[in-house]
């Protein structure tokens, strides 16, 4: 079956550490994209790849590193700059990076839970 | 910026039951999704909008993007007890062409 995967599910992280998520898709979709959750609000956009071995900022990228070295791979690592590491992460893709169109329907990954000790 | 305002922020609804969630923007939408979300999972694709006036159905669960292109709605008709999660509204940016989101409607279902 195609579809997202992410990893691990539960992720805890000692201060000072940096970690990586895992973020896997069969989908051969072009774009992929990390978005931070947070309690009551909304997603916000972490990182974003148009394509392999191109990858954009998005509105909170400050302490967070990605590459996107493969296409269907787009692992996140949380470096210890980022000062409240603790949330849900999520990864999505979409078979173009413009979002507006049928065809630009991001789909989504279940999901890591990082939390700081 | 763009912002967009999700109402009500939650709802407790008797199965059975036809309920409204709103989706609202500070700017003109050229493109609104919506998604669901159970809690601690990744979101699941429902309906996607670009016309001004466009409604979309699933199975009892209807979306409209009014003619202004500002406001979308989300109806489910005769609630049911798998309805129940978190219903987010994503919109096109006009910044840098990525999806920004509501907070969420969180829905809960009474038996």
């Known amino acids: 079956d195609g579809g997202i995967t992410q990893s691990p599910k539960y992720l805890f992280r000692k201060e000072g550490q940096n970690v990586t998520l895992s973020c896997e898709q069969n989908?051969?979709?072009?774009?992929m994209y990390w978005y931070r959750q947070d309690p009551g609000q909304g997603l916000r956009l972490i990182y974003y790849?148009?394509?392999?071995?191109?990858?954009q900022k998005g509105d909170i990228a400050e302490g967070y590193s990605v590459s996107r070295e493969k296409k269907e791979s787009f692992p996140l690592t949380v470096t210890s700059a980022q000062k409240n590491p603790t949330a849900f992460y999520l990864c999505?893709?979409?078979?173009?990076?413009?979002?507006?169109?049928?065809?630009?329907?991001?789909?989504f990954g279940p999901g890591t839970r990082l939390t700081v000790l | 910026s763009q912002e967009l305002e999700q109402s009500p922020q939650s709802l407790i609804v008797q199965e059975g039951k036809n309920l409204t969630i709103n989706c609202t923007s500070s700017?003109?939408?050229?493109?609104l999704y919506w998604y669901k979300q159970k809690y601690g999972e990744g979101l699941i694709f429902l309906m996607m909008l670009q016309k001004g006036g466009e409604e979309k159905s699933h199975e009892k669960i209807t979306a409209k993007l009014d003619e202004k292109k500002q406001q979308s709605s989300l109806h489910i008709t005769a609630s049911q007890p798998s309805h129940a999660g978190i219903y987010l509204c994503g919109a096109l940016s006009d910044s840098n062409y990525q999806l920004i989101w509501g907070a969420g409607t969180k829905l809960i279902i009474k038996p």
């Open positions: 999505a893709s979409s078979i173009f990076w413009r979002a507006g169109g049928d065809t630009d329907t991001q789909y």
């Open positions: 700017k003109t939408l050229y493109g």
């Open positions: 989908l051969n979709h072009d774009a």
């Open positions: 790849s148009q394509i392999v071995n191109d990858f």
